[in-house]
Structure formats: C-alpha cells, structure tokens
C-alpha cells in the first residue's frame, strides 16, 4: 500500500548545525511529495514541494531532493536555526487529492 | 492570499453529544476538502476526503454515520462529530485544496474535548 515513513521522531540538535530529516515512501504510482512545517499551535504550512522535473526545491534555506531509485524525499539544511523549531511532516500526494502524512519529526534546535 | 479559518478554535462537549465544526476557504476555491485528526502523538489520521462533484469518501475506521461532512460549495465545508466519546478526542484539521497536486491549505484546527 501508500504509506509515507519517517524514521525520527525527535531529532535534537544546536544551532548552526546542519539539518537531515529522513523521509521514505511506498506509492503504487509515481507520486508528488511535500514537506509541511507546523509550529506551536499552528496550522501546517507547505515547505516544499517535488518537481515533476528533477529540479530540487527550496525554500527558506531547506531544500529536498527527490530520489525516485530510493524512493526518498530527505529535507535538509545547511544550518540550523533556533526559529526552525517545530514539527516537520513527509506528505505524499497522488491526483486523486488523498494525501498520505508521515508521522512527523519532532525539530528541536538549541543554541 | 489563501486561508482556511476553522471554528470554534475549541470545543468541550459531554460524552454522547454531538458537536459540529466548520471550515472556509478564503481567497481560493476549494475543490478537495479532507478532514483530519490529529492524535496527541501528532499523528495525521484522514477521516474522509470530500471533492466536488464526487461521493464524499471515508477511510477505513471512519464512517458518514459517525462524521457526517457537508461540502455544499467551493468555500465551506462542515462536519460532526456524532455521539462523542473519549477516543474521540483530538485537534480536528480541515485541509483544502483547489486543484489537483496542488498545495494543501489548513486551518488550525478545532480541538475536541470530551468530558
């Protein structure tokens, strides 16, 4: 079946260090795939997306590479800061409109 | 730009009543809403996912019996929580989108207490 797997549940690291946040996915279909932030009682909010055309998105200095030979979509940043505290979610999307939430890595960034 | 405002923000309601909860899409149409709860453990569980012009379809474990959704335009959708229990309990999340493979927008949800 679809599923979406995210292997850390809490990654805990100081600030100006870089970020990796493991995102791994099973899809019958070739799939779009999202990032979503959410902070302390906010909603989620898109981070990223994939691209049909192998380029690498980025935005706010996280940036995701999707490998479709490893069905991995790895959100990363080069340095850490202490706002980028919050829960991150892998999303996988198919045209049907469903959308497959992994279980969230909890980031916490400490000075 | 595109919001979606979800009320009441929180709710506290006795074990066996039902509450109602609504969501509206701002600045955008609203093709695709899914309903979400959100677990203490923060995990997403789809409830059911409503697109116009289409059935209004459950996941497994839920039920239109159980959460019956309205989505009677391109702005608003609503659903209930019938007969509410404790496992009932959560942060209700409602997720709009307009076109297909598009970005998903969320409100902040609606957290349901039951006592």
């Known amino acids: 079946g679809d599923s979406v797997t995210q292997t850390e549940g809490l990654v805990t690291l100081t600030e100006g260090l870089p970020v990796m946040l493991n995102c791994t996915y099973q899809s019958t279909y070739s799939p779009f795939l999202f990032w979503y932030v959410q902070h302390l009682n906010e909603a989620p909010k898109l981070l990223l997306k994939?691209?049909?055309?192998?380029k690498r998105p980025e935005h706010q200095g996280f940036h995701a590479t999707l490998h479709k030979s490893s069905s991995s979509f790895h959100l990363q940043k080069s340095s850490a800061q202490l706002s980028d505290s919050a829960l991150y979610y892998c999303?996988?999307?198919?045209?049907?409109?469903?959308?497959?939430f992994g279980d969230g890595t909890q980031l916490v960034v400490k000075p | 730009g595109a919001l979606v405002y979800q009320y009441p923000r929180r709710t506290i309601c006795k074990s066996g009543t039902s509450m109602r909860m609504e969501c509206q899409a701002v600045g955008f149409q609203a093709t695709s809403v899914a309903w979400y709860r959100q677990s203490p453990q923060k995990t997403f569980e789809l409830i059911a996912l409503?697109?116009?012009?289409?059935?209004?379809?459950?996941e497994q474990n839920f039920t239109q019996e159980k959460f019956p959704i309205s989505h009677p335009n391109l702005s608003f959708s609503s659903m209930t929580v019938l007969n509410a229990y404790l496992e009932d309990r959560g942060l209700y999340l409602c997720?709009?989108?307009?076109?297909?493979?598009?970005?998903?927008?969320f409100g902040k949800g609606t957290r349901l207490t039951v006592v």
């Open positions: 999303a996988l999307s198919y045209s049907n409109n469903r959308i497959f």
């Open positions: 409503s697109t116009v012009n289409s059935a209004i379809k459950y």
């Open positions: 997720g709009a989108r307009g076109q297909e493979n598009t970005e998903v927008f």
């Open positions: 994939s691209f049909t055309d192998n």
